[in-house]
């Protein structure tokens, strides 16, 4: 008799150490960061200028030409789930009022502002954050 009574909790028992056991299920999630879709480049938000709230980052001016982005170089940015689209240009007048520009600062790195405006304002970054560099493509 005590044999019968004790054969369904061993089931039980057995079927619940096999469960618990098991390998995690696989994600199926289709969230990713953005550097997993495209083939993007990582540049840090090193500080923010105070006065118009330009974009300085540790992306060097050698960097950008490895992936193709020189001077007169269209590109897109991409922080959060915002596109910049932005001209690598010599100065402010290469770009009309109120565009993206992207200029090599003194200590040649890349700097993205916005030609009488603030750009880390309009897309709400700060030092520390990262923007993602994607590099032209061959039909562009």
Known sequence: M???TTAPWLIVLL???????????QSTSTNHHPAEKHPLVP??????????????????EKKLASIGIEAGSRFTAHFEDQKIKALLGKDYSDVS?????ALIE???TLQLAISFGNAATKIGCAAGDT???EPPTASK
Do not use: F, H
């Open 97 to 101: 009022r109120g565009d993206w520009i």
């Open 15 to 25: 079927l619940t150490l096999t469960v618990s056991c098991s390998p995690p299920a």
């Open 2 to 4: 005590l044999q019968k």
């Open 43 to 60: 540049a840090l938000v090193v500080s923010i200028s105070e006065e118009y709230a330009n974009i300085n980052t540790d992306m060097s």
């Open 106 to 108: 003194e200590d040649g």
């Open 131 to 133: 923007l993602y560099i």
